[in-house]
């Protein structure tokens, strides 16, 4: 069905397209078959899983999060700002500054500041859960770097990654890390971004603990390679954040609620329950955004999906979810 019928339909359906976008849409092989007559479009469900990023939820790849963002940054109480105070994938931040401004022919200089107010945890940075490395298994103590004593796969000191360790000059390669200075440690593991020069080429140094957050623990563990998912899964023991308690929600946005619920609280409702809750909610202020929102919860039910909430983690839906 889908190496045939399908693929066909496909094939024919990108054909009416023009030369330039068909060559963004790859050609499928033409089916082993001698003729394929009166075939409609066929549009195909797979059951293959969803391509799983560490912040994505049922809520976020869907439009249900942005309307209930929408919802509570207008009827929320209190009133703590925009729709982007109640996302998990948006910072807090603030900054100024010097800026010239032209008024006809004039110039003047004045200084001006900005607040960006984000929805997301500032302890774990909207993941929902913290992070412990375990450093006996993360690298041999007794061992030197230039002896193998990490035990990250890929982090080999015969190639790239040695000659950045040993261009760095913040530890010496032949020294045992259990030896090591509380500075070197420090570097080795936890120094902040830093541009260094190695054999003349501009390069930047990061510790190991935040390259390995942002390279591993940034993906859904189900969906890495099975050796690095074996190292994650002996090297991090993975908790609920003790801050917002797992919903990925800074303390503001957590607290601003409709009829007693932040959208926290309604994100982890079964989406059934959710409906419910947004059917009883008569606001004409923002009656097209509830309207889009039962229509979308609506959907779920009616699909046999009823069951999941919007802050399901969408590395954990299976093929057919």
Known sequence: MFQTIAAESRRLINETYTAFLQTFMGTPARPDVDSLDNLS?????????????????????????????????RLGEPHVGGPQAFSFNVPS?????????????????ESRSFVLVGGMCPRCEGMGSVTDFDLDELYDAGRSLNQGALRVPGYSMDGWYGRIFGGSGYFDMDKPIGEFTERELHDLLHREPTKIKVEG??????????????????KDVDTLQPHIRAFVERVVTFSPCPDCGGTRLSEAARSSKIRGASIADVCAMQISDLAAWGRD?????????????????????????????????????????
């Open 41 to 73: 479009p066929a549009i195909v469900v797979d059951q293959e899983r969803m391509g799983a990023n560490a912040r994505s939820t049922v809520g976020t790849v869907t439009d249900a999060n942005a309307l209930l963002r929408m919802i509570f940054s």
């Open 93 to 109: 931040a603030r900054g100024g500054g010097a800026i010239t401004v032209e008024r006809g022919t004039s110039r003047a200089t």
């Open 201 to 218: 080429i501009n390069l930047t140094y990061e510790g190991l603990i935040p390259k390995l957050q942002k390279t591993m623990l940034s």
């Open 281 to 321: 909610l008569d606001e004409p202020s923002v009656a097209p955004l509830l309207a889009a929102l039962r229509q979308s919860l609506d959907s779920f039910v009616a699909i046999g999906l009823g069951y999941l909430s919007l802050d399901r983690p969408s590395g954990t839906l299976s093929g057919g979810e």
